[in-house]
Nanobody, 128 residues
Framework: VQLQASGGGLVQAGGSLRLSCAVS????????MGWFRQAPGKERESVER?????????????YYADSVKGRFTLSRDKAKNTGYLQMNSLKAEDSAVYYC?????????????????WGRGTQVTVSS
């Protein structure tokens, strides 16, 4: 399974971006796709990436971090094998490298270390 995140960029505060995570390979209904982020300059540090949200691939149930609840929305298109992170009302503190990850047979509240597959991150920069 390979993941490719895309859609990052530079946006003004209050704006929106939609990130995509294309999955190559099989992803089953019991899988969970999670999104995490890491602050600028921290990519090489062995710090825990901040959990953003997760979506169950099969039934679409979602779970969000409090910091993004009400502003970010997760979805997936099973036919395209792609997950999406719609980010609205962006703030400067949302600036980070965003990563998608998949844990086959996982659950919504899985920790970072429980995810087996990771994509390369995509940079999101929010200017204030």
């Amino acid at each position: 399974v390979q993941l490719q995140a895309s859609g990052g960029g530079l946006v003004q505060a209050g704006g929106s971006l939609r990130l995509s995570c294309a999955v190559s390979g099989s992803i089953f209904g019991s899988s969970v796709m999670g999104w995490f982020r890491q602050a600028p300059g921290k990519e090489r540090e062995s710090v825990e990436r901040e959990f953003v949200g997760a979506i169950m691939w099969g039934d679409g149930r979602t779970y969000y971090a409090d910091s993004v609840k009400g502003r970010f929305t997760l979805s997936r298109d099973k036919a395209k094998n792609t997950g999406y992170l719609q980010m609205n009302s962006l703030k400067a503190e949302d600036s980070a490298v965003y990563y998608c990850a998949v844990n086959p047979g996982g659950s919504l509240r899985d920790a970072q270390r429980q995810y087996d597959y990771w994509g390369r991150g995509t940079q999101v920069t929010v200017s204030s």
